[in-house]
């Protein structure tokens, strides 16, 4: 993928290894990579980041080819991966590291992701949507352990099983026009 076709989306949905397991399946999409932001360099490490008390969110950024899927496609996908109607969870993962946020690289990803979460929130969603919207400061990469943690681990984690195969499943089942 050359420069020209490369764009980046930095989203977080609750623990990252949900959200990067859908996203490595969409066509288009050439990277995922599980990481923090929100946070500062110092404190971007899982045991830091797990306190709740490094401004840090559990995030993927995503590298994509915008002539084969658009932004806008990868934040229907990311209303459809995750809930974000609650305030610093996902399911039984508590904490702020767990919100609901978009880090948006410029002007235009903000506009857009504006514009989705006002389309969204009354087509699918009873609660408010509460998602944060904020620039992308910087992005830390997560630990090496956990870059592509489902499918390296995939049923052999209960969390994996009970959690993330769902998600998945869901996203298929939704999404099967957009599967590599």
Known sequence: MSDTQT???TLGGG???CTE???QEVKGVAKVTSGYAGGTRETAN???VC?????????????????EVSYETLLEIFWAAHDPT???RQGNDRGPQYRSVIFYHDETQKALAEQSIAKTAPQVWDQPIVTELSPLEAFYPAEGYHQGYYSKVGERNPYCTYIISPKVAKFRQKFAHLRK
């Open 7 to 9: 764009a980046y989306a």
């Open 15 to 17: 623990c990252f290894w």
């Open 21 to 23: 397991a859908v996203f």
């Open 46 to 48: 899982y045991d830091a």
């Open 51 to 67: 306190s709740g008390k490094t401004q840090h969110a559990e995030v993927i950024q995503i590298q994509f080819n915008p002539a």
């Open 86 to 88: 609650t305030l610093n």
